[in-house]
């Protein structure tokens, strides 16, 4: 029996990372923790955002014995790793925005990144602009909005173009023509926003890139047969929409314990 691995978020954004890692490592067991309670995390402050990730993360992948973790969330990992990482002795595994590849991809030397307000206003998000897109123009576009917009797409309501536009106009007011989904609930909305922003403009985001620094990370893959990965499961740390509990179980989760947070 192989220990599984955890992937956390606030909400449904880490789903999309979970796709990735699932499909380079079909045969692995998963445990994915909703802090829905808190959602969304761009709006939180910082010392709030850290104890409660790191209490979470810490107990649950205690109690489950995950063999690694992955933040699938920009805004917390942006901002929590090191004080969890001080905390466990297995690897965890961020994600941050694709501001490199961006860089490296952009024609025009201009990109965007559209990311939550957290994440947008974090030291950490300036210094990997300058070390990694110094050479380029770079917009910076926060919405929490958007988050809300993919977390109801999720539990089944239809996707309103108006209010999507209307997030996504100021994009539309500039030359870039690369655009760093730095929130892990965008991905949810790539159809939507590349109808709305059109075939000029690339939007790049790390779920990939995560999966494959996740399998360097768990040397015994090669043992993980096709017939194993029986665990798809998921803990919230609130109730979540009828909707989204239908949606889950059609993706083949099994709903597991409400997870509280700490008192
Ligand atoms: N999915 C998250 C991220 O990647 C956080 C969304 C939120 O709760 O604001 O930033």
Redesign the pocket.
Known sequence: MFRPILVF???I??LSVLSEIRSLLPGRDYVYLFDNAR?????LQDEVLISGCVDLVVRLSRQIDAALVVI?????STLVLPALRAQLSIPVVG?VPAIKPAAQLSRVGEIGLL??P??IKRDYTRQLIEDFAGDSQVHLFAS?EL?LLAERKMAGAPVNYEDLMKILAPIKETDLDVLVL????FPMLKQEMRDCLGDKVSLLDSGKAIARRVDSLLPDNSMVTEKMGLLLGYHTTANIEPGLCERLELLGFSKLSYFPPAE
């Open positions: 978020d606030s909400g954004g880490g959602l969304p995390y761009g709006e699938a969330c920009n805004t917390a994600v990311a939550t957290g994440t929490s988050v730095g929130c892990t609930h």
